[in-house]
């Protein structure tokens, strides 16, 4: 299987990494709100957050804003700006995505 970029969100925590399966991100399911993939765009300093988990769903763009306001991520990821997409393509969330 290939590795891809994938995110998922645990309770107020978004884990990013580039794997196989989300489930690699955690030991467990609880709390897990869901995920997907993402892309970074240096160029443009944008952090775009698209698709589902196949094993843990979507999320919804109150859960994405909740954690970038209140939650922990990644320190590499704080001055990015943060686009949300429930498309399942990367293309579709730079036309259509919404800035969190």
């Given at each position: 299987m290939a590795k891809v970029e994938k995110w998922?969100?645990?309770n107020d925590e978004m884990r990013i990494g580039f794997i196989d399966t989300a489930a690699e991100l955690t030991d467990f399911v609880d709390g897990i709100k869901g995920g997907?993939?993402?892309q970074i765009h240096k160029k443009l300093?944008?952090?775009?957050?698209f698709g589902a988990s196949k094993s843990f769903g979507k999320c919804s763009i109150e859960d994405v804003r909740d954690i970038k306001t209140n939650g922990y991520y990644s320190p590499s990821l704080s001055g990015l700006t943060w686009i949300f997409s429930e498309s399942d393509t990367?293309?579709?969330s730079v036309i259509n995505g919404i800035q969190v």
């Open positions: 998922i969100i645990i997907g993939h993402f300093n944008k952090l775009y957050l990367f293309l579709d």
